[in-house]
Nanobody, 124 residues
């Protein structure tokens, strides 16, 4: 099985940047679709960025398009999420997930493996 470790969250001011990382261990990672989700208090988990298996394609939710970038970090066997232009409404716990599924996929129930979540707080 794949084990995922999400990291990089923190407190940042409006307009600032953070880089999240989802590091994989235990099994093959490159053949899986990877997504970043986020969940704010009282809200459903939202799929915001997805990268295809083999890392050829990316997909973004409208809420983050143009501000967030998902990419493969081969040196660390990880998938990163660069977040620029952060807004208070980006405040949430961010999760990465992996699955041998069709791309793109925003439904969380389709994913087999999940990281533990990392908190991002954007102050106004």
């Amino acid at each position: 099985d794949v084990q995922l470790q999400a990291s990089g969250g923190g407190l940042v001011q409006t307009g600032g940047s953070l880089r999240l990382s989802c590091a994989a261990s235990g099994s093959t990672f490159d053949d899986k679709v990877i997504s970043w989700f986020r969940q704010a208090p009282g809200k459903e988990r939202e799929g915001i960025a997805c990268i295809s298996d083999r890392r050829a394609s990316t997909y973004y939710a409208d809420s983050v398009k143009g501000r967030f970038t998902v990419s493969s970090n081969n040196a660390k066997n990880a998938v990163d999420l660069q977040m620029n232009g952060l807004k208070p409404e980006d405040t949430a716990v961010y999760y990465c997930a992996a699955g041998s599924i069709s791309y793109p996929q925003r439904r969380p129930e389709q994913y087999d493996y999940w990281g533990q979540g990392t908190l991002v707080t954007v102050s106004s």
